[in-house]
């Protein structure tokens, strides 16, 4: 008896277990996937093949599909989660993943198509920008490279006044041969010059604009979103200054009409004291490379550490920048590179950003979630490889051969672009993207998972206050009083323990303003301001 109860109880345990394989439905569990991280590539026009917007599409592809997302090839992030989690991650949840696995092995069921979610509209003529204030279309060009081509085109802006753009979109005319976009701003004659002694529309340049006065401004490579700086930040344009784009077109493209646009959306309240201007530039670079130069000979596996300490001779508010993005830039030998800055004072590590796999079709502007403080004497650090072996199937060569510093995908490249700015108390706390992490919940059952700071009581405040926190666990933290200039004016340890509970703060002697308490451990900083009156 107790064998048949067993028998009978595993039929009725394989049975539930079919029930729940095929479960899963396109239109109640798939669509919603797949619109919100696939399609915005992979539609009609679209920079992937193989549209996935219909059921038809996705039951055509469903082995692939499957394939793909179990090995997380799909959707492309090269980036690693687990050493630094960024902004706008495109990685899915284990739960997703299984869901997807789960719908292929029970046949690709369909479902009640009511139940799917609106189909997303990709056009070329809409914006993601929150409005536009300047647009520009190169003139179109007919690409026909048997090489790679830069090739840069010139947008006239006459502009009055300086102008800050807070937001930057580029529009690829053609996005199945656009590789990249690097968008710069000039005011020299020498680039009309340029541009007029070059047939066609546009020149060629393969080492920036040819111009030392051009500014790096926005770039766009696949699957990026647009440019958005936090509120009161932009990157300056300067008055009647031309907009350049600097377009890679992959060899082996013939015959391909182009024509990209720049959108553009400018900065308000750029008057006020607290506005700021962002900066890009590549902070790391071959230039700082201490085992150059950069050359890597046949069949080895070469690394390479660059470094620069952050230094500035202008006065700042704050002895520190504030980081907003990170774009790493390496050739088809490239193999891995991570980046991390070393706190000045304590020589704690910050991660960046680690590639552990380099992929030159998936390269990308990353923004931080949240700003990063990254204090002054500190240093950055790229460690890169390449891998220029026969069995590198990314390889140009074979067989392979010695291959150097040069802007031809051919060549190689050690690049790391950031966006920064000057530092503000606060700036760590702005939030970029706060969606939840794929695979991990902030909040369980109601406990907040990361240190959670009320605000300053009372505010405005005279002799004494506190600030009240929620604390996961216990921290040992420093708390310090910084005025409008920056200057520290009181600092004590604090001992946070678990749960509920309050900092008392002394202010006494503290002259009518404002002022910012910061508290600060060894894996965070956390910013709150706060008025005394008299």
Excluded at 329 to 338: Q, R, S
Excluded at 359 to 388: E, H
Excluded at 463 to 474: D, E, I, M, R, V
Aim: proline content about 7%; glycine content about 6%.
């Amino acid at each position: 008896m107790n064998f048949k109860l067993k028998l009978l109880y595993s039929i009725m345990l394989m049975c539930f277990t079919t029930l729940t394989a095929v479960a899963q439905t396109w239109a109640d569990d798939i669509a919603p996937i797949l619109y919100s991280n696939c399609t915005s590539c992979h539609h009609t026009g679209g920079l992937a093949p193989n549209s996935l917007m219909s059921y038809t599409d996705a039951y055509n592809y469903r082995s692939m599909i499957k394939t793909y997302v179990e090995s997380k090839y799909m959707p492309p992030w090269p980036p690693d989660a687990q050493y630094k989690h960024l902004a706008h991650e495109r990685v899915l949840s284990p739960s997703d993943i299984n869901k997807i696995s789960q719908w292929v092995s029970g046949g690709g069921v369909q479902g009640n198509t009511a139940n799917a979610p609106t189909p997303p509209t990709y056009t070329n003529s809409s914006t993601q920008l929150s409005s536009v204030d300047f647009t520009g279309k190169m003139q179109s060009y007919m690409v026909n490279t048997g090489s790679d081509l830069y090739r840069c085109f010139v947008i006239n802006t006459n502009f009055s006044v300086d102008k800050f753009a807070a937001e930057i979109e580029v529009k690829p005319g053609n996005a199945s041969i656009v590789h990249h976009v690097l968008v710069f701003e000039d005011t020299t004659a020498l680039i009309k010059q340029k541009d007029s002694a070059d047939a066609g529309a546009g020149y060629t340049s393969f080492f920036g604009t040819g111009s030392n006065d051009s500014r790096l401004v926005g770039e766009w490579v696949p699957g990026t979103a647009p440019i958005k700086f936090p509120s009161l930040m932009g990157v300056r344009l300067r008055k009647n200054t031309r907009i350049i784009l600097q377009i890679h077109y992959p060899k082996g493209t013939y015959l391909k009409l182009d024509s990209t646009r720049v959108n553009i959306k400018f900065a308000t309240n750029t008057t006020s004291p607290l506005f700021r201007e962002v900066f890009l530039a590549p902070l790391l670079s071959e230039s700082n490379l201490i085992n150059g130069p950069l050359s890597i000979p046949p069949n080895v596996v070469k690394t390479f550490t660059s470094a620069a300490t952050m230094t500035t001779s202008a006065s700042l508010p704050y002895p520190a920048i504030t980081l907003l993005s990170i774009a790493p830039h390496m050739h088809l030998i490239g193999d891995k590179m991570k980046v991390f800055a070393l706190e000045n004072s304590t020589a704690d590590t910050i991660p960046l950003i680690n590639i552990p796999k380099w992929d030159f079709k998936w390269q990308g502007i990353y923004n931080f979630r949240n700003p990063m403080k990254i204090p002054l004497g500190s240093t950055l650090v790229c460690q890169s490889a390449y891998d220029n072996r026969a069995s590198n199937l990314n390889n140009p060569n074979s067989p392979p051969l010695t291959v150097n510093q040069g802007e031809s995908t051919s060549d190689e490249m050690c690049l790391v672009f950031f966006a920064f700015t000057y530092y503000f108390p606060g700036d760590e706390n702005i939030i970029i993207d706060n969606s939840p992490i794929a695979g991990i919940n902030e909040l369980q059952k109601d406990i907040v998972n990361t240190l959670q700071l009320f605000n300053v009581f009372p505010n405005p405040a005279k002799n004494q206050a506190q600030l009240s926190y929620f604390a996961p666990t216990n921290y040992l933290a420093k708390a310090k009083i910084i005025n409008i200039e920056g200057k520290l004016l009181k600092e004590w340890p604090v001992n946070m323990r678990e749960g509920y509970g309050s900092i008392h703060l002394n202010i006494e002697g503290l002259i009518k303003g404002q002022y910012f308490l910061t508290i600060e451990t060894k894996s965070f900083t956390k910013t709150k301001q706060f008025i005394i009156y008299e």
